[in-house]
């Protein structure tokens, strides 16, 4: 697990920044993340440092930098970043507050060359013909769902999509389809993962006052008592698939897995297993469900837009293009952090070894030098011209893109073309969701509240 670089040698000259005290901006900072960003933007421009009071929870030995973030809005920037040299800026050490979470063997929280070799493990079972077997499993998920909701009565849909994308992620990792036991898994993941993005919990263990900082025994005990029963269903599906003996026949990711060798030969210890598997059920699952609930959001606030989609159901091109749209008016997790292991020169300011960079795809998805008129929902621009490596970042970038940004994308395709063609939804409220923090995420603040008009095709 990689070490957060002490900040060393003479500190460098910050870009500007409000000058609140932390816990002001930290206060400010949860009450709207994104319109602090916004106008931290318009007031300061494309590099602007805040500081978010991480440096409370850090503890006396904490140089001030690693409190301060260095938030990055410029696309030449941000490919500065993410082409940078792995060992100079570093990604794990800035994921570790998830560490007592997905475990130190995650791959969120390995720096190189563990990280190199453990993307090479996860890639395959999430590229080219194997994601393209889950596409079924996605539309299937979709469209039983979607005879539960009920007619002509107001609900969220956020939740709705949670349980679609959460049977996707039982269903292909661990690739149990036997009803009793995708029950028990299900419901041991649902309530891990409710409590996880629950503010009021996460506020009373002190996560998010830990960003940033070595974990605490009280967090490493609360994160124990709420992974707990999700690890035992991990290490006991581990111990079902090591005993199978038809493996190779099997397509969950699992399978894949615990076949898969590191250069060496050596395969992956159960420990591996389970810190991986636990990643790819915790990424994997909410993002992708607050993704389609903004889809959904935006696509019911244009009916044209949604016309189109219905129309075009039979290719994946415009659904395609409403998924790049959402996910750049929408971006779910709006930065990602990189930390520095050594002093850098960036947009004319010496950056201290140590200091943490936010390439911010909130805001480069707003300028309107890439996108003319950033606040219009248009998938049509994405079937003009394709999504930038630095200008479209709704998975980050380099060496550490998301690696299942193509399973989001087709499970997001695949759920918007099944829901569009069988259900005729409208808004339930006139004012369109506002856009609220929720643990690393912006979500809609009200679950986009739906009223199902009536089902097409099914029953
Ligand atoms: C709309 C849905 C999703 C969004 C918005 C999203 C976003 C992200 C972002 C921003 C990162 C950090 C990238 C960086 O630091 O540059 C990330 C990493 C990651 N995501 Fe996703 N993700 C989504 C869905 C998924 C899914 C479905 C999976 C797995 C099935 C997944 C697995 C991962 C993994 C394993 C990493 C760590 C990659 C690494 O460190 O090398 N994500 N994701």
Redesign the pocket.
């Known amino acids: 697990m990689s070490e957060v670089p002490q900040a060393t040698g003479v500190p460098g000259r910050f870009p500007p920044g409000p000058r609140l005290p932390a816990t002001l901006q930290g206060a400010r900072w949860l009450l709207g993340s994104s319109s602090f960003l916004e106008r931290c933007h318009q007031r300061y421009g494309d590099l602007f440092t805040l500081d978010l009071a991480a440096k409370a929870a850090l503890g006396p030995a904490a140089d001030r930098s690693q409190g301060r973030w260095v938030f990055v809005a410029d696309p030449a920037h941000v490919k500065r970043i993410?082409t940078a040299d792995p060992a100079v800026v570093r990604?794990g050490a800035t994921?570790r507050f998830l560490e007592p979470l997905v475990g130190p063997r995650s791959?969120?929280v390995?720096d190189e060359p563990e990280?190199r070799d453990q993307?090479k493990l996860?890639l395959p079972p999430?590229h080219g013909e194997r994601l393209r077997g889950y596409g079924a499993v996605m539309s299937e998920a979709a469209e039983a769902e979607l005879c539960r909701w009920p007619v002509g009565e107001p609900f969220a849909l956020w939740p709705r999509m949670q349980a679609i994308t959460l049977e996707v992620?039982v269903r292909t990792?661990f690739g149990i389809t036997e009803p009793s036991r995708l029950e028990h898994v299900t419901r041991a993941l649902r309530t891990m993962l409710d409590r996880m993005t629950n503010p009021r919990w996460l506020f009373a263990q002190g996560l998010l006052a830990t960003i940033a900082s070595p974990p605490s025994d009280r967090l490493r005990g609360a994160a124990r008592r709420l992974v707990g029963p999700v690890e035992e269903v991990i290490l006991d599906e581990i111990r079902r698939r090591r005993a199978m003996r038809d493996l190779n026949d099997r397509t969950d990711l699992l399978s894949m897995l615990v076949q898969a060798e590191y250069q060496d030969g050596s395969p992956m210890s159960d420990r591996e297993l389970r810190d991986e598997l636990m990643?790819?059920l915790i990424?994997?699952?909410e993002?992708?469900a607050?993704?389609l609930a903004w889809a959904f959001e935006l696509l019911l606030r244009h009916p044209e837009k949604l016309a189109r989609l219905r129309d075009e159901t039979g290719s994946d091109e415009y659904a395609d293009a409403v998924v790049k749209e959402t996910?750049r008016l929408r971006?779910?997790?709006p930065f990602?952090?990189?930390c520095l292991n050594e002093p850098m020169e960036l947009g004319g300011h010496s950056l201290p070894a140590g200091t943490w960079l936010a390439p911010c795809?909130y805001l480069v998805h707003r300028r309107p030098d890439c996108y003319p008129e950033p606040l219009a929902f248009r998938p049509e621009r994405f079937l003009d011209q394709p999504a930038g490596a630095y200008t479209w970042l709704?998975?980050?970038?380099?060496?550490?893109?998301?690696?299942?940004?193509g399973?989001?994308?087709l499970?997001?395709t695949r759920v918007l073309q099944s829901v569009v063609s069988r259900a005729e939804l409208v808004p339930a409220k006139v004012k369109p969701e506002e856009i609220r923090a929720r643990f690393i995420t912006l979500a809609p603040a009200r679950g986009t509240e739906v009223v199902l008009r009536r089902r097409m095709g099914v029953r």
């Open positions: 993410f990604t994921n791959i969120l390995q990280h993307r996860l999430l992620i990792v990643t790819l990424a994997g699952h993002s992708t607050t993704a996910l971006p779910v997790v990602v952090l990189r795809a709704p998975f980050g970038g380099g060496g550490r893109r998301c690696l299942g940004a399973f989001a994308q499970e997001m």
